[in-house]
C-alpha cells in the first residue's frame, strides 16, 4: 500500500540534457509535496517544494511540476550536472502529519 | 548547529542480537522521526515523536522493535532480538515542530545482522 510510488529505480542522462524525475501518489488529501536528493553515506537533503495549491514551483535548474488529476509530480533537472547524481526521494505530506516516500530513483549523470 | 547526529555510523552484529540505535537531534527542534531505508520500500517511517511523546508507531515492523525518547535532546532505537531482514539503514530526523514539512536527516545507521 504505498502511497508514494517512484517506478524507476534508476535513470542515467548526459551532462547538459534534461533529467526527468517521476512520482506517483494515490491520496488526494496530500497538500504538501518534496522532493530530496541524497548521496552515498549521507542523510537526505530538502531539495525542493511545492504546495497542492501550485503546479509548478522553480528553482534554479530545478523545477518541480504537479498534476493533480493525474496524481502525479515530476522534478526536471536542466541542464544535468555530474554533481547531481545522487538517489532522489519524493515525499508527501498531509498537514500536521507525517512524510511519506517514495522508494527513490538513482540519477546518473554522465560526463 | 552541528545537525541531526547519529551513533554509531555502523552496526555489525549476529542474530538474535540487541541492537540499539541512537539519536540527538538538532536543538531546539520538537518533532523526531525513525526511517528505514530498504531497496523495495524506500525510505520507510518506523515512529514518530513530538515534544518527546510518540504520536505514530503504526510503522514499527514488529514488537521486536521498540523506541524512546526520555527527553529533548535524545532517542534510541532497539531491535531485539536482531534478524537477517532488519538489515537496513536507519535514519534519525527531526523538524522545529508539526507543520514544517523540511525533515533535517542525520547521516543514518548502516546495520548489518550476520
Known amino acids: 500500500d504505498q502511497q508514494v510510488k517512484q517506478n524507476s529505480p534508476s535513470l542515467s542522462v548526459q551532462e547538459g540534457r534534461i533529467s526527468i524525475l517521476n512520482c506517483d501518489y494515490t491520496?488526494?488529501?496530500?497538500?504538501?509535496f518534496l522532493w530530496y536528493k541524497k548521496y552515498p553515506a549521507e542523510g537526505p537533503t530538502f531539495l525542493i517544494s511545492?504546495?497542492?495549491?501550485?503546479d509548478k514551483n522553480e528553482d534554479g535548474r530545478f523545477t518541480v511540476f504537479l498534476n493533480k488529476s493525474a496524481k502525479h509530480l515530476s522534478l526536471h533537472i536542466v541542464p544535468s550536472q555530474p554533481g547531481d547524481s545522487a538517489v532522489y526521494f519524493c515525499?508527501?505530506?498531509?498537514?500536521?502529519?507525517?512524510?511519506?516516500f517514495g522508494q527513490g530513483t538513482e540519477l546518473s549523470v554522465k560526463p | 548547529d552541528a545537525g541531526v547526529i547519529q551513533s554509531p555510523r555502523h552496526e555489525v552484529t549476529e542474530m538474535g542480537q540487541e541492537v540499539t540505535l541512537r539519536c540527538k537531534p538538532i536543538s531546539g527542534h520538537n518533532s523526531l522521526f525513525w526511517y528505514r531505508q530498504t531497496m523495495m520500500r524506500g525510505l520507510e517511517l518506523l515512529i514518530y515523536f513530538n515534544n518527546n511523546v510518540p504520536i505514530d508507531d503504526s510503522g514499527m515492523p514488529e514488537d521486536r522493535f521498540s523506541a524512546k525518547m526520555p527527553n529533548a535532546s535524545f532517542s534510541t532505537l532497539k531491535i531485539q532480538p536482531s534478524e537477517p531482514r532488519d538489515s537496513a539503514v536507519y535514519f534519525c530526523a527531526s523538524i522545529p515542530g508539526p507543520g514544517t514539512e523540511k525533515l533535517f536527516f542525520g547521516s543514518g545507521t548502516q546495520l548489518s545482522v550476520l
Open positions: 491520496n488526494s488529501m496530500f497538500d504538501y
Open positions: 515525499a508527501a505530506i498531509l498537514w500536521g502529519g507525517k512524510l511519506i
Open positions: 511545492i504546495s497542492s495549491i501550485k
